[in-house]
């Protein structure tokens, strides 16, 4: 090294000030992919802490839909939907599913009559090995047209500031729908009487190459009683796990898988708009629902039903919430495997003996 | 110096410097994201990733058959020691993050999909104390990567700018031959 005479050391000084500057850059350009100098983004992280509230998650369990039981059985498909999408999974035929009755809430202990939305998770597999699954709901739309309503929805629903609520909803004037739909609809006693459906809009890839924009449904083919809340309520906190258990113990019960096309004047970008009754629907298959199992030994607790898992034939739309969804759920599944020891396998164990 | 790398070993390495640059960036925007993004990221993330993992082999391979220029006699112990570890911890990294990367989506029971449709096998079973332990290692060894890649890219510069041993066109240099920058 020469750093004897002036000159020279003044070109190695500026030399190391020039490292200094590149990894310097480094680090920050680093630091920002991070999110760490953008204290603002809406990452998983801050979406899932909206979600638990002051009173922190329920360790061990997902950190949304909380409460549920697993279920395994068939999927019946009609071979129909191969006009719409290429994906095996539709090609007529039986595959195997696991699933997860489920309740929107976030506490695992919560009483039936007291959670208002209800959904499914869903898993089928094609014998090519290619996977798809869903998560899906009983409300006919989303409460909220984004992601990042859905997390003012989860602050303002835990402030304890008055005027939180009226002024999200000022803000979000598609919440009243949702409001309307649960303070007027019917509640039932049994999962197998429940309606589960995707809201968002995924796009179906037929043989030929051509996109055909789609939500879908699975309507229950078991007699649907209405009931009132307090009627649920008068049922006991845990009945419908109790229920559909007895239930399937006694028969099958399945759901009819519907396709909904949209048409090109729908936006697809919006789960809290319903399309208009009357667009063009394909019954796909058959759900069939065959054997029961609680969460903690069954298959389903260490599925995440991501909805972006998806054959090859379908795809996300332009609806924002697929994304966000994956992102979120990816977050509370590598959280709750990781809680395993919090997950109250024991407590859970002795409660089912002494009944 | 009497000689550089191969053209092939400065090739895959300029190549696979950016592509692992671009794994990180690529990973922690990702995983600190709701965008609609998150899913071309995360798709680009697997895909590139076992990319990497095969690249890696080669690499390896090329490493093995042609070894590496000696260093300059004038560097001192300290810098020769740093200089000889190295390799090991970028060639572990290389090979070990992808398939740490594989093998925790195996064990959360992720389909593993490549460009839209390529399935790779699981390697492991579904298991929540090997997704924990995998998980918390890709996280910590990618911030050592990115750490170790700073400092190699500093030590490079500081080959080039404060020292001007010839020690970074050994691997800078873009003849095609395998004689030596000077
Ligand atoms: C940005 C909006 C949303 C967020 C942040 C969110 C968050 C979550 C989280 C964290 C879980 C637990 C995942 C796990 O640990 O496996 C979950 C489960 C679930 N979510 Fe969402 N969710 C959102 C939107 C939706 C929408 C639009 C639907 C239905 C159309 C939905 C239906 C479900 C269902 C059915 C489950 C339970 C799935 C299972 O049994 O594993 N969510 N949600
Ligand atoms: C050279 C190879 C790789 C590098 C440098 C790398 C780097 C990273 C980084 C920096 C993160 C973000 C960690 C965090 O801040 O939480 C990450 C996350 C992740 N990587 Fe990789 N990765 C590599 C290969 C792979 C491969 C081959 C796969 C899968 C096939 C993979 C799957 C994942 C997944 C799923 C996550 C998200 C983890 C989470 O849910 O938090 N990676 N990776």
């Known amino acids: ?355 | 110096m009497t000689r550089s790398f191969t053209a092939w070993q400065r090739l895959l390495h300029w190549a696979m410097a950016i592509a692992i640059l671009g794994m990180l960036f690529i990973g922690v925007g990702m995983v600190s994201t709701i965008a609609p993004s998150y899913l071309p990221l995360i798709a680009t993330h697997r895909t590139l990733g076992i990319v990497i993992l095969v690249l890696a082999v080669v690499r390896l391979g090329l490493r093995w058959r042609y070894g590496a220029p000696p260093l300059p006699v004038s560097m001192p112990i300290p810098m020769r020691l740093a200089a000889h570890l190295s390799p090991y911890a970028f060639y572990a990294l290389m090979l070990g993050m992808p398939l740490i990367g594989w093998a925790m989506m195996s064990a959360a029971a992720y389909p593993i999909v490549l460009l839209g449709h390529i399935r790779l096998p699981p390697i492991l079973p579904q298991s929540d104390a090997l997704h924990t332990l995998l998980w918390k290692a890709h996280v910590y060894l990618a911030f050592a990567f990115f750490a170790l890649v700073v400092m190699h890219v500093a030590a490079a510069l500081y080959h080039a700018l404060v020292r001007r041993d010839g020690v970074f066109e050994t691997m800078a240099s873009v003849r095609a031959d395998r004689a030596a920058a000077e």
């Open chain 1, 1 to 355: 090294m020469s750093s004897g005479t002036p000159p020279a050391r003044a070109r190695t000084l500026g030399s190391f000030a020039a490292i200094l500057v590149v990894a310097g850059a480094g680090v920050g350009a680093f630091a920002y992919a991070a999110g760490w100098l953008t204290p603002d983004r809406l990452t998983p992280a801050r979406m899932l802490a909206a979600l638990d509230g002051p009173k922190g998650p329920a360790l061990g369990h997902r950190r949304n839909h909380a409460k549920g039981i697993c279920f395994t059985g068939i999927f019946a498909a009609s071979g129909e939907g191969r006009e719409i999408t290429r994906a095996s999974v539709l090609a007529s035929g039986q595959y195997p599913v696991v699933g997860r009755f489920n309740l929107g809430t976030t506490e695992p202990d919560s009483p039936d009559a007291t959670v208002r939305v209800r959904g499914m998770g869903l898993q089928i597999t094609a014998p090519d090995g290619a996977v798809w699954r869903m998560a899906m709901i009983d409300p006919p739309f989303f409460p909220v047209a984004t992601p990042r309503a859905f997390y003012d929805l989860q602050v303002a629903s835990h402030s304890t500031e008055r005027g939180a609520m009226p002024a999200f909803i000022a803000q979000h004037p598609e919440f009243r729908a949702f409001a309307e739909w649960a303070g007027s609809a019917p509640w039932t006693g049994s999962y197998a009487e429940t309606g589960f459906n995707s809201l968002d809009s995924f796009v179906f890839t037929d043989t030929q190459g051509y996109d055909h924009p789609v939500r879908w449904s699975l309507l229950p083919d078991a007699t649907v009683t209405a009931l009132t809340q307090a009627q649920l309520a008068a049922m006991g906190p845990d009945h419908l796990e109790q229920e559909i258990r007895a239930r399937v113990a006694a028969a099958p019960q399945s759901w009819r898988m519907v396709v909904t096309l949209a048409d090109p004047i729908d936006q697809t970008a919006d789960p809290s708009k319903a399309w208009p009754e009357d667009r063009r629907r394909m019954e796909v298959g058959t759900l069939i629902v065959q054997r029961i199992e609680a969460e903690r030994d069954g298959p389903c607790r260490d599925i995440n039903f991501d909805p972006t898992v998806l054959p090859d034939g379908m795809s996300v739309s332009d609806d924002p919430f697929p994304a966000a969804r994956s992102a979120a759920y990816a977050r509370s599944y590598n959280l709750r495997a990781a809680e395993v020891r919090d997950y109250p396998y024991q407590r859970a164990a002795a409660t089912e003996a002494s009944r």
